[in-house]
Protein backbone atom coordinates (compact mmCIF):
# COMPACT_ATOMS: atom_id res chain seq x y z
CA UNK A 1 0.00 0.00 0.00
CA UNK A 2 1.38 3.54 -1.27
CA UNK A 3 0.56 6.59 1.46
CA UNK A 4 0.92 9.92 1.61
CA UNK A 5 -0.45 12.60 3.96
CA UNK A 6 -3.70 12.64 3.04
CA UNK A 7 -4.37 9.17 1.39
CA UNK A 8 -3.23 5.71 0.46
CA UNK A 9 -3.45 3.42 -2.54
CA UNK A 10 -2.42 0.57 -4.62
CA UNK A 11 -0.90 0.01 -8.03
CA UNK A 12 -2.57 -3.02 -10.08
CA UNK A 13 -0.75 -4.09 -13.25
CA UNK A 14 -1.91 -5.39 -16.16
CA UNK A 15 -5.15 -3.76 -15.88
CA UNK A 16 -7.48 -1.50 -17.50
CA UNK A 17 -9.16 1.75 -16.02
CA UNK A 18 -12.48 0.33 -16.67
CA UNK A 19 -11.59 -2.69 -15.18
CA UNK A 20 -10.38 -1.09 -12.33
CA UNK A 21 -13.16 1.00 -11.77
CA UNK A 22 -15.89 -1.81 -11.77
CA UNK A 23 -12.91 -3.72 -8.74
CA UNK A 24 -13.38 -0.18 -6.94
CA UNK A 25 -17.16 -0.01 -7.58
CA UNK A 26 -17.66 -3.44 -6.40
CA UNK A 27 -15.31 -3.43 -3.28
CA UNK A 28 -16.85 0.18 -2.24
CA UNK A 29 -20.15 -1.91 -2.20
CA UNK A 30 -19.55 -4.81 -0.23
CA UNK A 31 -18.16 -2.10 2.32
CA UNK A 32 -21.75 0.15 2.29
CA UNK A 33 -20.50 2.84 -0.40
CA UNK A 34 -22.53 4.21 -3.30
CA UNK A 35 -20.98 6.23 -6.14
CA UNK A 36 -22.69 9.51 -6.42
CA UNK A 37 -20.25 11.25 -8.42
CA UNK A 38 -17.80 10.48 -11.25
CA UNK A 39 -15.44 13.01 -12.78
CA UNK A 40 -13.54 11.89 -16.31
CA UNK A 41 -10.80 14.37 -15.70
CA UNK A 42 -9.57 13.74 -18.80
CA UNK A 43 -12.63 14.14 -21.00
CA UNK A 44 -13.23 17.67 -18.72
CA UNK A 45 -9.66 18.79 -19.46
CA UNK A 46 -10.27 18.16 -23.15
CA UNK A 47 -13.00 19.86 -23.35
CA UNK A 48 -12.50 22.86 -21.16
CA UNK A 49 -8.72 23.13 -22.42
CA UNK A 50 -8.10 21.25 -25.31
CA UNK A 51 -4.98 19.48 -23.59
CA UNK A 52 -4.53 15.49 -23.87
CA UNK A 53 -4.53 13.70 -19.79
CA UNK A 54 -3.79 10.23 -19.28
CA UNK A 55 -7.13 8.55 -18.18
CA UNK A 56 -7.60 9.41 -14.82
CA UNK A 57 -11.08 9.33 -13.09
CA UNK A 58 -12.51 10.54 -9.94
CA UNK A 59 -15.29 8.69 -7.87
CA UNK A 60 -17.51 10.54 -4.86
CA UNK A 61 -17.82 7.63 -2.39
CA UNK A 62 -20.09 7.60 0.19
CA UNK A 63 -21.91 5.71 2.83
CA UNK A 64 -25.06 6.90 3.90
CA UNK A 65 -24.69 5.54 7.13
CA UNK A 66 -21.52 7.15 7.64
CA UNK A 67 -22.41 10.40 6.37
CA UNK A 68 -25.46 10.37 8.64
CA UNK A 69 -23.23 10.08 11.65
CA UNK A 70 -20.88 12.66 10.94
CA UNK A 71 -23.76 14.98 9.96
CA UNK A 72 -25.39 14.79 12.94
CA UNK A 73 -21.95 15.20 14.80
CA UNK A 74 -20.77 18.01 12.68
CA UNK A 75 -23.94 20.39 10.39
CA UNK A 76 -20.66 21.82 8.19
CA UNK A 77 -18.96 18.25 7.43
CA UNK A 78 -20.10 17.82 4.22
CA UNK A 79 -17.69 20.25 2.94
CA UNK A 80 -15.83 17.13 3.48
CA UNK A 81 -17.67 14.76 1.62
CA UNK A 82 -18.08 12.63 -0.54
CA UNK A 83 -14.75 10.58 -0.15
CA UNK A 84 -12.75 10.52 -3.11
CA UNK A 85 -11.73 7.54 -4.68
CA UNK A 86 -9.44 8.40 -7.83
CA UNK A 87 -8.31 6.16 -10.68
CA UNK A 88 -5.71 7.05 -12.98
CA UNK A 89 -3.76 5.31 -15.84
CA UNK A 90 0.10 4.67 -14.99
CA UNK A 91 2.50 2.78 -16.91
CA UNK A 92 1.05 -0.98 -17.71
CA UNK A 93 -1.51 -0.66 -15.09
CA UNK A 94 -3.86 1.99 -12.90
CA UNK A 95 -3.43 3.55 -9.27
CA UNK A 96 -6.12 3.19 -7.21
CA UNK A 97 -6.01 6.25 -4.63
CA UNK A 98 -8.19 7.11 -1.25
CA UNK A 99 -8.40 10.37 0.32
CA UNK A 100 -7.54 9.54 4.41
CA UNK A 101 -10.47 10.17 6.32
CA UNK A 102 -8.24 10.79 9.10
CA UNK A 103 -6.32 13.49 6.91
CA UNK A 104 -10.04 14.85 5.78
CA UNK A 105 -11.54 15.42 9.09
CA UNK A 106 -8.42 16.18 10.91
CA UNK A 107 -9.47 20.03 9.95
CA UNK A 108 -12.14 19.31 12.59
CA UNK A 109 -11.71 19.65 15.99
CA UNK A 110 -14.59 17.30 17.43
CA UNK A 111 -14.43 14.26 19.24
CA UNK A 112 -17.85 13.28 18.44
CA UNK A 113 -16.43 12.08 15.05
CA UNK A 114 -13.58 10.12 16.02
CA UNK A 115 -15.76 6.61 15.95
CA UNK A 116 -16.96 7.70 12.57
CA UNK A 117 -13.50 8.65 11.09
CA UNK A 118 -11.88 5.04 12.69
CA UNK A 119 -14.78 3.05 10.75
CA UNK A 120 -14.44 5.06 7.42
CA UNK A 121 -10.88 4.38 7.53
CA UNK A 122 -11.38 0.78 8.08
CA UNK A 123 -13.91 0.29 5.59
CA UNK A 124 -11.85 2.21 2.78
CA UNK A 125 -8.55 0.27 3.55
CA UNK A 126 -10.71 -2.61 3.16
CA UNK A 127 -11.57 -1.43 -0.31
CA UNK A 128 -7.86 -1.22 -1.03
CA UNK A 129 -6.70 -4.68 0.35
CA UNK A 130 -10.05 -6.37 -2.14
CA UNK A 131 -8.70 -4.87 -5.11
CA UNK A 132 -5.62 -7.76 -5.35
Known sequence: MQVSSYGYGKQL?????DEA?????????????GI???IDVKATLKKKLDVEFRPYVILGACNPALAHRALGAE??????LP?????????????VSIADP?????LVRNP???????EADQRLRRVL???S
Do not use: H, Y
Open 13 to 17: KGVTL
Open 21 to 33: KSRVSEALAKEGF
Open 36 to 38: LTE
Open 75 to 80: PQIGLL
Open 83 to 95: CNVVIQQEGDGVT
Open 102 to 106: RAMFS
Open 112 to 118: ELEPVVQ
Open 129 to 131: EAL
